[in-house]
């Protein structure tokens, strides 16, 4: 394991950031991944009677048409290939591969391994919202303030 470097990656005139993709856009990546995330195996394929009766539990388990998977995959899909490149890197940065002072050679290798299933490739980590809010962390971002606005 890398030894992590407490400083932000980011330029130092302060006006740059590291960042192709708005820290909004990934901290809400991270929501919607960590709703993903607290999914479970489907115990009931029909249960054949009221969800409400079920004290709506059917929402908690994994389906095939499920709106939350959906969702962040077509959010993943309609950013830029540059955004899907940093959100690579992020998740890549924030699991403890690279330090903080490697984000333009992880940034590099993420634009090299870029192609067309990159929200497959990310809803396939298990950790993904940690890793991408870590890997913000990293670079000097927080959701804080975007999660306390969605309350």
């Known amino acids: 394991m890398q030894q992590r470097s407490t400083q932000p ?3 130092d005139d302060g006006d740059e950031s590291p960042l192709t993709i708005s820290p909004e856009k990934v901290c809400f990546i991270i929501i919607k991944a960590r709703e993903f995330d607290a999914k479970k195996e489907v115990t009931e394929p029909d249960p054949g009677s009221n969800p409400a009766d079920d004290k709506d539990a ?13 969702e962040i995959t077509s959010l993943i899909n309609s ?3 540059d955004e899907q490149i940093d959100l690579v890197a992020l998740a890549w940065l924030g699991r403890d591969d690279y330090s903080v002072d490697d984000w ?3 940034r590099e290798e993420a634009a090299r391994a870029h192609n067309r299933r990159t929200a497959e490739y990310l ?3 298990p950790l993904l919202a940690d890793f991408l809010e870590e890997g913000l962390s990293m670079l000097g ?5 975007y999660e306390i606005e969605r309350l």
């Open 58 to 70: 059917a929402v908690l388990e994994e389906h095939e048409d499920d709106p939350v998977i959906e």
């Open 123 to 125: 809803l396939g980590m």
């Open 79 to 81: 950013v830029s290939e």
């Open 104 to 106: 333009p050679s992880v």
């Open 9 to 11: 990656a980011i330029p």
């Open 141 to 145: 971002f927080s959701c804080e303030d």
